[in-house]
């Protein structure tokens, strides 16, 4: 399965809005196909969301109207940092598809580096509780803190995960789900309100989720759902840990109430209510520096208050 691929002319995703019931894939051959894929959440997960918007852009350069095939790429999701990252490194490369292949390629090894530096923080059979997902079908491949179960897997710490269903758009039921019972991963699924009693029973041991945008003191946005997962952490006692690539860094946003928050169409939370019931939809909430014990980037594990030591690597 590869989340997001290049064709030769075309970028190829796997269609997350179809799973679990179906394996499908779309095939964007233009900038405006792959904005639409992005928006309507064919592709999603930062970095996931990042490779296909590098494609996107190697299009958009090939296109009549490169400006508005990359102003349409950008305007697709606003929270996700590693969309604009990519699409800022495809434009201004002298070779636009080598620098995309570069990215993915990039963000595969990114995965795996912060797999492993994660695993190292958790100890034998680790019951680790998570949200949305954070999975090979949100990154090129492996994931992030869905990677850093997987090192622990392969690392034979023996994990076991307890997977928030994430409402409204159901990515831990329908995906993470999917993942994990392919990887042969123990697992139970839960409804988001019943994380409170999951921790209350003792049944939590680390709390770990992935990022869209950090800002540079270490505010975190994250799907919705993240910040009231990270209060349960510290009020019971628990590491509550970030793990994301430094490209979803954004050390030019100062804290996280300078992050655009996506709202999405309400229908996504009216399912199950009246026609016609008014309804709110932010996708994001953003959890605070001082409620997360360590941020996990591929360059090692840092402290949300020093974040600044990235500068270097960013600026690069
Ligand atoms: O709305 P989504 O499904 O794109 O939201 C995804 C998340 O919130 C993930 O936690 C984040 O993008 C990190 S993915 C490795």
């Known amino acids: 399965m590869a989340t997001v691929e290049w064709t030769g ?11 679990p019931d179906e394996e499908s894939y779309v095939s964007c051959g233009t900038s405006a196909m792959v904005a639409k894929a992005i928006r ?27 400006e508005a095939g990359l102003a349409a790429l950008r305007g697709s999701r606003p929270t996700a940092r590693d969309l604009f990252w990519a699409v800022d490194r495809v434009t201004s490369a002298a070779d636009p598809l080598e620098e995309a292949n570069a990215i993915a390629r990039e963000s595969v090894d990114a995965c795996r580096r912060i797999g492993r530096l994660g695993a190292a923080l958790l100890k034998k059979r680790p019951r680790i509780i998570t949200i949305c997902n954070t999975g090979a079908l949100a990154t090129v491949d492996y994931g992030t803190a869905l990677g850093v179960v997987r090192a ?11 997977v928030l269903e994430t409402r409204p758009r159901a990515q831990g039921a329908r995906l993470t789900t999917w993942e994990l019972a392919k990887l042969g991963i123990p697992f ?10 999951a921790f ?7 709390a770990i989720a992935g990022a869209d945008r950090i800002a540079a003191n270490g505010d975190t946005a994250n799907k919705v759902g993240t910040y009231p997962l990270a209060l ?3 009020e019971h006692g628990v590491p509550f840990y970030v793990a994301a690539p430094v490209s979803t860094v954004d050390l030019e946003t100062p804290d996280g109430s300078a992050i655009v928050i996506e709202e999405r169409p309400a229908a996504e939370v009216t399912t199950f209510a009246p026609a016609g019931t008014p309804a709110w939809n932010p996708a994001f909430d953003v959890t605070p520096a001082r409620l997360i014990a360590s941020i996990i980037t591929e360059l090692g594990v840092l402290q949300p208050s020093n974040l600044s030591a990235l500068r270097p690597a960013v600026t690069r």
């Open 9 to 19: 002319s075309a970028v190829r995703l796997i269609d997350q809005t179809k799973l």
């Open 232 to 234: 349960l952490a510290r």
């Open 40 to 66: 309507n959440m064919v592709v999603r997960g930062a970095p996931a969301i990042g490779a296909a918007a590098a494609y996107g852009a190697v299009l958009a350069l090939g296109e009549p109207d490169p």
């Open 200 to 206: 209350q029973q003792g049944l939590v041991d680390v």
């Open 188 to 197: 139970r699924l839960l409804a988001d309100g019943a994380a409170g009693r």
């Open 152 to 162: 622990a897997q392969e690392q034979g710490l023996e994990p076991s995960v307890l």
